[in-house]
């Protein structure tokens, strides 16, 4: 079993930025690719980014390429996102991710495993 806790969401204005991390505990490992999806009201979710479990490999959705960068710490169980350049199409509550293979991946049916959330709102 893995429980994962996002934390760093709030509010910020256009442009600013956010760190957001997300703490596994249980049974968690670098064979664990992990991803951060995103869900605005009245939207389906959607994929962000996601990491491998070697942190070697990432991809990132188009609508925040070169703006948003995914990365993990092993030894601290922990995945960040880095977020910059923040628009206000970005306010969503984000939520992490992990599944059972080291393969990064954007499909969410594949994540065994999901956060709580945390709320990003970005003012314009």
């Known amino acids: 079993q893995v429980q994962l806790v996002e934390s760093g969401g709030g509010l910020v204005q256009t442009g600013g930025s956010l760190r957001l991390s997300c703490a596994a505990s249980?049974?968690?490992?670098?064979?664990?690719?992990m991803g951060w999806f995103r869900q605005a009201p009245g939207k389906d979710r959607e994929f962000v980014a996601t990491?491998?479990?070697?942190?070697?490999?990432?991809t990132y959705a188009d609508s925040v390429k070169g703006r948003f960068t995914i990365s993990r710490d092993n030894a601290k169980n922990t995945v960040y996102l880095q977020m910059n350049s923040l628009k206000p199409e970005d306010t969503a509550v984000y939520y992490c991710?992990?599944?059972?293979?080291?393969?990064?991946?954007?499909?969410?049916?594949?994540?065994?495993?999901w956060g709580q959330g945390t709320q990003v709102t970005v003012s314009s």
């Open positions: 990491i491998s479990g070697s942190g070697a490999a990432t």
């Open positions: 249980g049974r968690t490992s670098s064979s664990h690719a």
């Open positions: 991710a992990a599944k059972p293979r080291a393969y990064p991946s954007s499909v969410a049916t594949l994540y065994d495993y």
